[in-house]
């Protein structure tokens, strides 16, 4: 009987610091180039611990990172992780060359501003508003006088790159809102922004949000036996994420064209399907520096992130990089990009641009090689290398994507989940096939297994036997002990800092249960919410939709949509329908036979749906026009259920099973 477990968190082990050591002797560890540079051309460091908002709640405490200062790795920290980690550490606002400058590491994104005319052109925002807004006052206090800035402290133009909130979610902090509708000030964004934005921080937000607060280590603590980092920053800011609609869009008509933004030069490309559904790169003619927004960065990015999104094409990825080269490689003498820091002259900006693009390709293509000889998704990442001239480069290193789970995602891009085998085609779930495994060998002796692969140093094989052993029985709190020791020896060994924060937070939740708090981190703010079309809302109603509770009872509406005077959108008039359990719509279409008809503005009819109370709500507010069948707007009302965030992940969640085949 295995008696000496407990759920204190553990020293790394032998086989952990020789696998780390490994990596130490691996890795061109002398070659200071990069720490030279994220140092270089510094104005000033940031003057605060500790950013704050307005409910005197902490947006970013960079005070919890000061122990990365200690020049020698821990054994519990992979010791090319721990470099990035202080390479990342670094808050202060930055020269990349004249009239552009950089205030770095206070968020999880860089914010660049540029000089205009008559005032800073912003690229990206950041997460919250509380970040941009202490990075433009940061930026304004250390450089108006030294460029004798005058009247040109405003935003004069901001420019997103790609549709992740951590770069639009601190606009509202830049720029008014009704200065941008009256294009008082520009606004650019890329093609399809606004509704990726919109659509994947809410159509699958709850399970996305969730799985980043495993990836982002939210969860666990700041410290060498916890988070360090997530390898492309520190950490998201937990402050006020807004949205506002752009009024410019570049789409493939409109770029690789000059134009003049504020005065400045910017031929911008662009980058669908790359590290976002919706991205472009730039470049500035006039400062030879080109913005290469998040797909070129000082490490490997992720194809497949571990939040959970769209798969993304790593041979699209690598053509819009040479195609960066071809237009601009010659003459470039700066880049920079969302994160991390620039390049400085043209031929480091070429090197990085090199080694990425190839980097991404053979990825693509060797995964496809290999799974055209047969192998299927977990033989090819299990035995994928890539060569020294790509491997060796700090650049493509995984601090925050990883070569394995990329592989697999390459391989799902052009296969699917499905490895071909049909025995694998229709598996039981985790839960069922976990207690068939415990039936036909027994809690003891795969615990004993488990145990024994701990001991040899196998902490892959420690954690899938642990974790068959907690989906068969999750009070087996000695499998769970266990499971969470084998995480922890993986995550102290990963070189992604991604990669780490999912392992430990498992092995947290192994040993103190699924958290259960009413501060549950989401992109799901108002702002997002108010930007949604009406169209775009009501497809996020469809998947909250519980078929359970309308059987296949059927329900039709006249739904007159009149727009808030602030959101210039027209009145609009829809029929929706639940037909099957499936909600539809129609727009500008009307059923004189439906159940009822609403009338009911843009907001009021966002807030009756998100409401708990919403039926009681709809019959006590004069401000809204029903008529017809009550009852039936009751029960429709009430079929739509609210996401639970705090899901199990590393143990089963219990629950009736879902309703149809």
Same mark, same amino acid.
């Given at each position: 009987?295995?008696?000496?477990?407990?759920?204190?968190?553990?020293?790394?082990?032998?086989?952990?610091?020789?696998?780390?050591?490994?990596?130490?002797?691996?890795?061109?560890?002398?070659?200071?180039?990069?720490?030279?540079? &994220?140092?270089?051309?510094?104005?000033?460091?940031?003057?605060?611990?500790?950013?704050?908002?307005?409910?005197?709640?902490?947006?970013?405490?960079?005070?919890?990172?000061?122990? =990365?200062?200690?020049?020698?790795?821990?054994?519990?920290?992979?010791?090319?992780?721990?470099?990035?980690?202080?390479?990342?550490?670094?808050?202060?606002?930055?020269?990349?060359?004249?009239?552009?400058?950089?205030?770095?590491?206070?968020?999880?994104?860089?914010?660049?501003?540029?000089?205009?005319?008559? !005032?800073?052109?912003?690229?990206?925002?950041?997460?919250?508003?509380?970040?941009?807004?202490?990075?433009?006052?940061?930026?304004?206090?250390?450089?108006?006088?030294?460029?004798?800035?005058? /009247?040109?402290?405003?935003?004069?133009?901001?420019?997103?790159?790609?549709?992740?909130?951590?770069?639009?979610?601190?606009?509202?902090?830049? +720029?008014?809102?009704?200065?941008?509708? /009256?294009?008082? +000030?520009?606004?650019?964004?890329?093609?399809? #922004?606004?509704?990726?934005?919109?659509?994947?921080?809410?159509?699958?937000?709850?399970?996305?949000?969730?799985?980043?607060?495993?990836?982002?280590?939210?969860?666990?603590?700041?410290?060498?036996?916890? !988070?360090? !980092?997530?390898?492309?920053?520190?950490?998201?800011?937990?402050?006020?994420?807004?949205?506002?609609?752009?009024?410019?869009?570049?789409?493939?008509?409109?770029?690789?064209?000059?134009?003049?933004? /504020?005065?400045?030069?910017? %031929?911008? @490309?662009?980058?669908?399907?790359?590290?976002?559904?919706?991205?472009?790169?730039?470049?500035?003619?006039?400062?030879?520096?080109?913005?290469?927004?998040?797909?070129?960065?000082?490490?490997?990015?992720?194809?497949?992130?571990?939040?959970?999104?769209?798969?993304?094409?790593?041979?699209?990825?690598?053509?819009?990089?040479?195609?960066?080269?071809?237009?601009?490689?010659?003459? &470039?003498?700066?880049?920079?990009?969302?994160?991390?820091?620039?390049?400085?002259?043209?031929?480091?900006? %070429?090197?990085?641009? $090199?080694?990425?693009?190839?980097?991404?390709?053979?990825?693509?293509?060797?995964?496809?090689?290999?799974?055209?000889?047969? =192998?299927?998704?977990?033989?090819?990442?299990?035995?994928?290398?890539?060569?020294?001239?790509?491997?060796?480069?700090?650049?493509?290193?995984?601090?925050?994507?990883?070569?394995?789970?990329? +592989?697999?995602?390459?391989?799902?891009?052009?296969?699917?989940?499905?490895?071909?085998?049909?025995?694998?085609?229709?598996?039981?779930?985790?839960?069922?096939?976990?207690?068939?495994?415990?039936?036909?060998?027994?809690?003891?002796?795969?615990?004993?297994?488990?145990?024994?692969?701990?001991?040899?140093?196998?902490?892959?094989?420690?954690?899938?036997?642990?974790?068959?052993?907690?989906?068969? $029985?999750?009070?087996?709190?000695?499998?769970?002990?266990?499971?969470?020791?084998?995480?922890?020896?993986?995550?102290?060994?990963?070189?992604?800092?991604?990669?780490?924060?999912?392992?430990?937070?498992?092995?947290?939740? @192994?040993?103190?249960?699924?958290?259960?708090?009413?501060?549950?981190?989401?992109?799901?703010?108002?702002?997002?919410?108010?930007?949604?079309?009406?169209?775009?809302?009501?497809?996020?109603?469809?998947?909250?939709?519980?078929?359970?509770?309308?059987?296949?009872?059927?329900?039709?509406?006249?739904? $007159?949509?009149?727009?808030?005077?602030?959101?210039?959108?027209?009145?609009?008039?829809?029929?929706?329908?639940?037909?099957?359990? +499936?909600?539809?719509?129609?727009?500008?279409?009307?059923?004189?036979?439906?159940?009822?008809?609403?009338?009911?503005?843009?907001?009021?009819?966002?807030?009756?749906? =998100?409401?708990?109370?919403? &039926?009681?709500?709809?019959?006590?507010?004069?401000?809204?026009?029903?008529?017809?069948?009550?009852?039936?707007?009751?029960? #429709?009302?009430?079929?739509?259920?609210?996401?639970? #965030?705090?899901?199990?992940?590393?143990?089963?969640?219990?629950?009736?099973?879902?309703?149809?085949?």
């Amino acid at each position: 009987m295995i008696n000496n477990l407990n759920k204190s968190q553990k020293d790394a082990t032998k086989f952990t610091i020789e696998a780390n050591k490994k990596i130490l002797d691996y890795l061109p560890f002398e070659n200071i180039n990069d720490i030279e540079d &994220a140092n270089a051309n510094k104005e000033i460091d940031f003057p605060a611990d500790i950013i704050y908002g307005k409910e005197n709640n902490v947006v970013m405490n960079f005070k919890q990172f000061n122990f =990365l200062n200690s020049e020698k790795s821990p054994e519990t920290v992979n010791p090319s992780l721990w470099r990035q980690s202080q390479l990342v550490n670094k808050q202060a606002l930055y020269k990349v060359t004249e009239g552009i400058y950089q205030v770095r590491n206070i968020d999880l994104s860089n914010i660049t501003f540029i000089l205009g005319n008559t !005032g800073w052109i912003v690229i990206d925002t950041m997460t919250s508003t509380e970040t941009a807004n202490a990075a433009l006052n940061l930026v304004n206090e250390t450089l108006s006088e030294k460029l004798q800035l005058k /009247d040109k402290t405003r935003v004069s133009a901001v420019i997103i790159t790609h549709s992740h909130v951590d770069h639009f979610g601190g606009i509202k902090a830049l +720029v008014n809102e009704k200065d941008v509708i /009256d294009k008082k +000030v520009e606004y650019i964004a890329p093609a399809g #922004f606004s509704e990726e934005a919109l659509s994947e921080n809410i159509l699958a937000g709850n399970v996305m949000s969730r799985r980043a607060s495993y990836m982002y280590g939210n969860l666990i603590d700041i410290n060498a036996k916890g !988070g360090v !980092g997530c390898g492309l920053g520190l950490a998201t800011s937990q402050g006020t994420i807004s949205f506002m609609e752009p009024n410019k869009l570049i789409d493939e008509n409109s770029a690789k064209v000059t134009q003049t933004v /504020d005065g400045v030069k910017v %031929v911008y @490309l662009m980058a669908e399907e790359t590290e976002a559904p919706a991205e472009m790169l730039f470049y500035f003619p006039d400062h030879k520096a080109i913005c290469l927004s998040e797909d070129i960065n000082h490490t490997l990015h992720n194809t497949l992130t571990m939040r959970g999104a769209k798969v993304r094409n790593p041979a699209k990825w690598s053509k819009v990089i040479d195609e960066v080269i071809q237009l601009w490689g010659n003459e &470039a003498q700066y880049s920079f990009g969302s994160h991390h820091w620039p390049q400085f002259g043209n031929a480091s900006v %070429v090197k990085q641009l $090199n080694t990425q693009r190839n980097l991404y390709k053979y990825i693509n293509d060797q995964t496809l090689r290999l799974a055209n000889q047969g =192998l299927t998704m977990h033989e090819i990442a299990e035995n994928f290398v890539l060569p020294d001239s790509l491997a060796k480069e700090f650049t493509n290193r995984g601090y925050y994507g990883n070569l394995k789970h990329n +592989v697999r995602a390459t391989y799902q891009l052009y296969q699917g989940w499905w490895d071909g085998n049909p025995s694998n085609y229709d598996p039981h779930t985790p839960t069922e096939e976990a207690k068939k495994y415990v039936e036909m060998i027994g809690e003891e002796k795969i615990l004993e297994s488990a145990h024994k692969a701990f001991e040899n140093g196998d902490y892959r094989w420690a954690a899938t036997l642990t974790n068959k052993l907690v989906f068969a $029985n999750p009070k087996n709190q000695n499998a769970r002990y266990l499971g969470a020791d084998a995480l922890e020896q993986l995550g102290y060994q990963a070189e992604s800092g991604a990669v780490r924060n999912y392992y430990l937070t498992g092995a947290k939740e @192994l040993r103190d249960g699924t958290p259960n708090s009413a501060n549950a981190p989401t992109t799901t703010s108002s702002d997002i919410i108010n930007g949604m079309s009406t169209e775009m809302f009501l497809d996020y109603m469809a998947v909250h939709l519980n078929p359970a509770k309308t059987g296949e009872e059927e329900f039709k509406f006249n739904l $007159n949509i009149s727009n808030n005077a602030q959101i210039k959108r027209e009145n609009s008039n829809y029929l929706i329908a639940v037909q099957s359990g +499936v909600l539809l719509y129609w727009k500008d279409k009307k059923d004189p036979n439906a159940n009822g008809t609403i009338e009911i503005t843009n907001s009021q009819f966002k807030e009756l749906f =998100l409401n708990k109370d919403s &039926a009681k709500k709809i019959q006590k507010n004069v401000d809204i026009k029903y008529e017809g069948d009550k009852q039936k707007l009751i029960t #429709f009302l009430g079929a739509f259920e609210k996401s639970e #965030f705090w899901f199990p992940i590393v143990e089963p969640k219990t629950e009736k099973k879902p309703r149809g085949n």
